[in-house]
């Protein structure tokens, strides 16, 4: 719907308002360079931002059913217009809707405010999603698709929660036609898409449970205009994303994090810990840390290891000898004391260190609890108290970092009473938790982020399934990875290679992944920022241990450039794994690729992920891209197609672009194809690779 202009009545105004006698919809005004046309519906008003060469934006604000209910609705128009911004004020009853934008300018943002003077009306904004056009962004989530657009949300809290995965909700939403959307996270902020609406994605403000009440209501967007998602996504993050203050520790980025939990689930002890780190040094592989996982407590929340002889005698004599084996040891912290940590739990309630809820109930579950409490991080003394703690703990110890868990808003009883800004609540409390927990270094991992883009740590993404479908399992290692650097979070640490092997959610049963989905997820996240470990090459066989070790070793090879796209989120905002379109931003083929991604602008990765497939079809953008998996290092013209690209298990297909190819002083003689390809020469060893794959499946 470029440069069309709808036909109903148009009102040029010049400042002052129109009477409400006077007004009837549809009515369409002048705003900036274009028109805002406004239009009754069922629930609500209609409007639609039209401009010559721009996409027109159609969207609709709307307030619960009670207070459209009214037999006769007031409508009144007034033009607010200044030389350097035009103003639109639109009242219909009780509630008011504001536009503003630049003049100076035929791209950019609209501001729109819109306010109800109670706080039990619901107000709201929906954009329709046009049939051609692919959105992305949103929230992480258990089922994690790309684009966007076909996703459905049933009117639900948008912040940081347990259910559906959702452990990053930044309100923010960018389309192929260079449309971004953004709410203010301070707002009591609701989501509904393809529910009540149909084709529209729909942000409301409802003052509800988990938000707390105020004495009005608000929501407050921004709708950015340019000429394509990667311009619209630069503006965006100048505008409303703090950029990374440095990078996370160097030594996590390069080299490999071994964790027990996935293998040992809560089956943890000294000589299990022991046994982990010398067979990862007996199979030649390299290490950044060992992290011991849940269950090292005497009681959840007492920060104190349990010294039983099953368990961890002298904690300080393991760690001493792992770092004599040249291992770094980090522990899993969670931020919750379970009622029966009798000791800890009544220091911290006494103190009043726990959320509460307006009622005064401090009690809630997590999935190590069913009755326990949390600790409130808006509270300065608990913060205080909590960090006290750990210090302690890291330096008798000998514990060299942190993973931190949970921290989701949702662990509190709703509404959460937190200090602060009570537009702001719950979500400053996963703000703050994270802030607390980052003071503990670079070296630390994090799970969750509300507006702590700046934070130098690593933010993981939520436990994933060892499966290969979409239902958070392996294909969602890529998604996921795409939503987070989108959504401002670029040193993602991907979860566990093969996921957690869950078997209904035991803490202590394990299910193996396969060899192929263990290698095949190793491949897939060989070019993000960072390896994490759990399972092991050697609990399969000599081939799996060799391969894994290939990958295991590129991945550090190619650290500088990792480190390279990290310096860039610092510098400019860049995400360190963009999507394929970043390099094609108006190609409508590299919209729907959810099965590839980049390492900064150099590196195009296409794993496989689907099981059994041996070969794949790969889209490369824009640009001259060198083959790096088989030599003679084929170059591309793109954007073109590769079909068919073989793919036995051993192999992983990735490009690099030809300059940085020449940089890293790669061999320079290759022959150059253009058009789509159907790779078609056929090497001995390539051959005989792929028919063993082949008929390997087969006979399985």
């Not at 070296?443 to 290969?468: C, H, N, Y």
Request: aromatic residues 14%.
């Amino acid at each position: 719907m470029r440069g069309m202009w709808s036909s109903v009545l148009t009102l040029w105004l010049i400042g002052g308002a129109i009477s409400t006698s006077e007004i009837t919809l549809p009515l369409s005004v002048k705003f900036g360079h274009g028109l805002v046309t406004f239009s009754e519906e069922t629930n609500g008003v209609f409007y639609t931002i039209s401009e010559e060469d721009k996409p027109t934006i159609r969207s609709t604000f709307v307030t619960d059913e009670s207070s459209w209910a009214k037999s006769d609705q007031e409508y009144s128009v007034t033009d607010c217009t200044t030389d350097e911004e035009a103003c639109l004020i639109f009242v219909v009853n009780d509630v008011t809707l504001v536009l503003t934008r630049e003049v100076s300018s035929r791209v950019g943002y609209t501001h729109a405010s819109l306010n109800a003077t109670s706080d039990n009306t619901t107000v709201g904004t929906c954009l329709e999603l046009v049939d051609g056009v692919d959105w992305f962004g949103g929230p992480e989530q258990w089922t994690q698709i790309w684009p966007v657009q076909n996703d459905q949300w049933n009117y639900t809290a948008y912040y940081t929660k347990e259910d559906d995965a959702v452990a990053i909700a930044e309100p923010y939403w960018v389309s192929s036609e260079g449309t971004y959307l953004y709410a203010n996270p301070a707002t009591s902020l609701f989501i509904d898409q393809n529910h009540l609406h149909d084709g529209f994605l729909c942000l409301y403000a409802q003052n509800v449970s988990p938000y707390r009440a105020r004495n009005y209501t608000s929501l407050e967007y921004w709708i950015g205009r340019y000429d394509d998602p990667k311009t619209a996504h630069e503006a965006a993050v100048e505008k409303f994303f703090t950029k990374p203050t440095d990078i996370p520790d160097e030594q996590m980025i390069a080299l490999p994090i071994w964790s027990t939990w996935a293998r040992y689930k809560v089956n943890v002890n000294d000589s299990i810990v022991r046994e982990y780190a010398q067979e990862i040094l007996d199979n030649g592989f390299n290490h950044s840390q060992v992290e011991i996982d849940d269950y090292w407590e005497t009681c959840y929340g007492s920060l104190t290891f349990n010294t039983s002889d099953s368990k961890f005698p002298d904690i300080k004599n393991l760690t001493d000898d792992l770092h004599d084996l040249g291992f770094r040891v980090t522990l899993w912290i969670h931020p919750f004391i379970n009622v029966e940590c009798d000791e800890w739990y009544a220091i911290a309630e006494s103190a009043g260190y726990f959320v509460k809820d307006e009622s005064g109930n401090m009690l809630t579950t997590w999935w190590r609890g069913e009755n326990a409490s949390l600790i409130d991080f808006t509270n300065e003394d608990a913060v205080t108290w909590f960090s006290a703690r750990l210090t302690a703990l890291k330096e008798s110890a000998g514990i060299d970092s942190f993973k931190f868990d949970a921290g989701e808003a949702s662990w509190a009883p709703e509404p959460a009473v937190l200090t602060g800004n009570v537009e702001e609540s719950p979500g400053i409390l996963t703000y703050q938790y994270t802030r607390a927990v980052a003071a503990f270094g670079t070296a630390i991992e994090v799970r969750t982020g509300w507006q702590t883009q700046d934070l130098p740590i690593f933010v993981r993404m939520l436990d994933k399934e060892t499966s290969w479908t979409i239902d958070n399992g392996l294909p969602t290692l890529i998604t996921t990875l795409l939503a987070m650097n989108l959504a401002g979070y670029g040193f993602v640490l991907p979860d566990m290679v093969g996921g957690n092997g869950y078997i209904n959610s035991s803490s202590t049963l394990t299910e193996y992944p396969s060899k192929e989905l263990f290698i095949r997820w190793l491949q897939a996240n060989t070019f993000m920022p960072s390896i994490q470990y759990s399972f092991v090459p050697w609990d399969y066989d000599n081939e799996t241990v060799e391969i894994c070790r290939t990958y295991t070793d590129l991945h550090e090879e190619y650290a500088p450039t990792i480190i390279e796209a990290m310096n860039a989120l610092v510098a400019n905002g860049t995400p360190v794994n963009p999507p394929v379109w970043w390099l094609d931003p108006k190609n409508s083929e590299a919209f729907n690729i959810s099965d590839e991604y980049l390492l900064g602008e150099v590196i195009l990765v296409a794993p496989v992920i689907e099981e059994g497939a041996v070969t794949r079809d790969i889209f490369l953008p824009s640009g001259t891209w060198r083959d790096a998996s088989y030599s003679p290092y084929q170059t591309y013209e793109g954007p073109t197609w590769i079909y068919n690209y073989p793919a036995p298990l051993e192999i992983l297909p990735y490009f690099v672009e030809a300059s940085y190819w020449e940089e890293l002083g790669k061999d320079t003689t290759s022959e150059t194809t253009s058009d789509g390809f159907t790779l078609s020469f056929s090497p001995t060893v390539l051959c005989a690779s792929v028919i063993l794959a082949l008929t390997t499946k087969l006979f399985n």
